[in-house]
């Protein structure tokens, strides 16, 4: 009798994107804010699939146009992911992501006294800034205040 390793194989992909090294288990997080229920296309989730480079990841398969895919906040929620786009089976471009300079209505402002907590459908804009390490810290454009760099799952 033949062993099975526990695999499970997903079928390829004609056209669409997929994103992959995603941190595992946070393929669901990625859905949801990039709003992929909302799209009429296939969305395949694979979670804790083996990478020899980080150990486990998530992958997520979508297929429909790259176009539909907010980039700044993919980038924002984790630079390190790569976006595969494919043509007739075939990858025909990989896209590396960056931190996006601005985000706009994916975090909120914490500070009681921003005029966002007291205005309602005020836009909530945080920029890319540099912290007293050098390191990269998201700041509120009304109060400055600094985010916490914790994202909702």
């Known amino acids: 009798m033949k062993e099975y390793k526990n695999s499970l194989s997903i ?3 004609g056209e669409g994107f997929v994103l992959d090294h995603i941190e595992a288990g946070h393929a669901m997080t990625i859905y949801r804010y990039l709003k992929l229920g909302k799209l009429d296309c296939t969305v395949a989730i694979i979670k804790n699939a083996e990478s020899n480079k980080m150990g486990r990841k998530d992958i997520i398969k979508v297929s429909c146009p790259v176009d ?4 700044d906040v993919l980038g924002f929620i984790d630079h390190n992911i790569t976006v595969d786009v494919i043509k007739d089976g075939k990858i025909i471009e990989k ?11 994916v975090i909120s ?3 009681p ?3 966002t907590s007291i205005e309602q459908g005020l836009d909530q804009i945080f920029i890319l800034a540099e912290d007293s390490d050098d390191k990269p810290v998201y700041r509120c454009r009304y109060c400055e205040e600094k985010w916490d760099g914790v994202l909702k799952k």
Do not use: E, M, S
């Open 11 to 13: 079928g390829a992909l």
């Open 68 to 71: 539909f895919l907010d980039l």
């Open 95 to 105: 896209k590396h992501l960056k931190l996006p300079k601005q985000v706009t209505n």
């Open 109 to 111: 402002c914490k500070n």
């Open 113 to 115: 006294r921003c005029i």
